[in-house]
């Protein structure tokens, strides 16, 4: 006994020992770690392909520069913050990388003027807006800026050599969410260079309206909200500015809503270089703002403070389908005497009256490319289509397809028409991606945060943005989610997948199932009814990517999904209409 005390005496006589280090680690100790882990990876060209090992410098270099502010530490842990960005872009090309790269070396010049490296983080920023993303106006302004605010900096020749290649070019504001809009500065003789508002569209669902921003490039815009006027008969209004814009030929300076939720969108422009879009509102609960790339687009999410009813059960467009657009093929194709009417199941067992099957990406999105040159934008169309079909002939359902030719359609549609004809499921189909050729196997989605890696790895891929970006829909997922009743989805998920397991097993060999998986999809957001994403095979893998490309394993995929929705509307109830 006495024994075991002296060991546990000694034992507590060595923790400040072994606590001492840690404590006393300061900006530069913690540096000299983020430093380290930075030039470490750019040793190991095996890691440098995955962007979870990228992502880890970042998220070592930003701690030190939020624990140590103001410290010389703190700026250099910013900018090799932004290099590790740029190096990530790099492998990736995805563009969101380089935005990112790009708002990291900005904050090194706002955080610390005064540091020796900021006019490098400026020119570094520069570099990235000239030759990544091919903005020449905004590399022009960084290059000026550059010039202007060091200009006794080791930086000068260099920023000096570039701005007056670039002197054609009017510089552009850069981008920013929710600022108040700046207009360009204009160098004379030049004009200034104007960003379009090519369309507004929206959906009217149940409880919320979606409007969407369509603009030609990323802008810098506010969002302003005044509340109803009491004594007058002012509503409440949504309005957003939109600087350095113009509208383009053909967008409506009036667009009728009427859906009990919005009266009317406005378009207009209270002074030159800005275009103001004004939401004319009749109820109003609260609003979310998601901004997307390619095209760049502001999404607008309005709730509705009674969640009032539609006064029109015929769902009609609120744009003029341009040329190519898969939703405007699909409404358009509806005969005038049937039209599309927006209703609920009625809670029958087997009842399932309409569904909408989504192909994944398509048009200029290709999605993943396999080892030998398959598309996922194709073998989804393939396969989307067999499942469209057998659906119809195995349950006598209604299908409306999403897109059904190589045409690109943004995310937000793909929801927004599904619940603009109110389907009674959406089934959003893929083939999965991994940069490690060997992974295989099946697996299905519905819409959820996920902490898990995996799982945000890959919405970050079907989403066409970065893990960040994943990440920051944490604070607007539940709101939206508040009528896509996630245990129907679920439960859908599970019961396609088990069918898709056991079906394809039966005629293939090497079958993994990898489980149904939650995950932040922006194709999912918004959905009024179950609604799930099947990833059917990796097409990165060589087997799987022949397979996919079979026609007849797509039909034996086909009909095991269509087997487990069968299953899925086999219990009584599976939908109670609100």
């Not at 903005?135 to 302004?141: F, H, I, L, N």
Request: with cysteine; net charge neutral.
């Amino acid at each position: 006994m006495r024994a075991l005390v002296l060991t546990l005496l000694l034992l507590l006589l060595m923790l400040p020992m072994t606590v001492v280090p840690a404590v006393a680690a300061g900006p530069a100790e913690a540096c000299a770690r983020a430093r380290e882990s930075y030039q470490g990876l750019l040793k190991a060209p095996e890691k440098m392909r995955y962007r979870d090992q990228w992502e880890r410098v970042i998220d070592r270099c930003l701690m030190v520069a939020r624990k140590y502010p103001g410290t010389p530490e703190g700026a250099e842990a910013l900018l090799l913050a932004g290099k590790a960005w740029q190096g990530l872009y790099g492998v990736s090309r995805v563009a969101e990388d380089a935005h990112q790269a790009v708002t990291v070396y900005l904050r090194l010049p706002d955080e610390y003027p005064g540091s020796p490296l900021a006019d490098d983080a400026l020119l570094a920023a520069a570099g990235i807006e000239e030759t990544a993303l091919k903005d020449r106006a905004a590399a022009w302004g960084l290059y000026h800026d550059t010039l202007e605010r060091y200009p006794h900096g080791d930086q000068v020749t260099a920023a000096r050599t570039r701005r007056d290649a670039l002197a054609r070019f009017a510089p552009s504001p850069p981008a920013s969410v929710l600022a108040p809009a700046k207009a360009a500065p204009a160098v004379p003789g030049k004009p200034v260079k104007r960003q379009a508002l090519t369309d507004i569209r929206f959906w009217s669902n149940p409880g919320y309206t979606r409007v969407v921003l369509y603009l030609t490039s990323r802008v810098e815009y506010a969002a302003i909200f005044l509340p109803a006027e009491k004594g007058s008969d002012n509503n409440p209004r949504l309005y957003f500015d939109i600087g350095a814009a113009v509208p383009a030929p053909g967008v409506a300076e009036i667009t009728p809503v009427g859906d009990g939720l919005l009266k009317q969108i406005r378009t207009g422009r209270p002074e030159p270089g800005k275009v103001r879009v004004v939401l004319d509102l009749v109820s109003f609960r609260d609003y979310k703002i998601i901004p997307l790339d390619d095209p760049f687009r502001i999404v607008i999410d309005i709730a509705g403070a009674d969640t009032p009813e539609l006064k029109s059960n015929n769902p009609q467009l609120t744009a003029t389908p341009s040329p190519g657009d898969g939703i405007g093929q699909v409404l358009d194709a509806v005969p005038a005497d049937k039209p599309l009417a927006v209703q609920l199941p009625n809670g029958h067992a087997g009842v399932l009256r309409r569904i909408v099957v989504d192909a994944g990406h398509g048009g200029k999105d290709p999605g993943a490319i396999g080892p030998h040159g398959a598309r996922e934008k194709d073998v989804a169309l393939a396969l989307a289509r067999e499942v469209g079909k057998q659906l119809e002939e195995e349950l006598g359902c209604e299908v409306i397809l999403t897109r059904n030719s190589d045409v690109f359609l943004p995310l937000e549609e793909r929801t927004g028409i599904a619940n603009k004809v109110g389907a009674d499921l959406f089934i959003s189909i893929h083939a999965n991606a991994s940069p490690k050729g060997n992974v295989y196997g099946t697996e299905t989605y519905y819409l959820n945060f996920s902490k898990n890696d995996q799982a945000v790895a890959v919405a970050a891929r079907e989403n066409g943005t970065s893990l960040k970006q994943v990440g920051d829909l944490e604070l607007i997922l539940f709101d939206l989610m508040a009528n896509a009743k996630i245990n129907e989805s679920s439960r859908l998920a599970a019961e396609i997948q088990r069918a898709l397991v056991e079906g394809l097993d039966r005629n293939y060999s090497a079958v993994r199932d990898l489980g149904v998986r939650q995950g932040p999809f922006y194709v999912l957001l918004g959905a009024t009814m179950p609604s799930v994403l099947v990833e059917t095979a990796f097409i990165s893998h060589t087997r799987e990517e022949a397979r996919l490309q079979n026609p007849a394993f797509r039909a034996k995929a086909a009909e095991a999904i269509v087997r487990g929705v069968r299953s899925y509307a086999a219990v009584p109830k599976v939908i109670a209409a609100q």
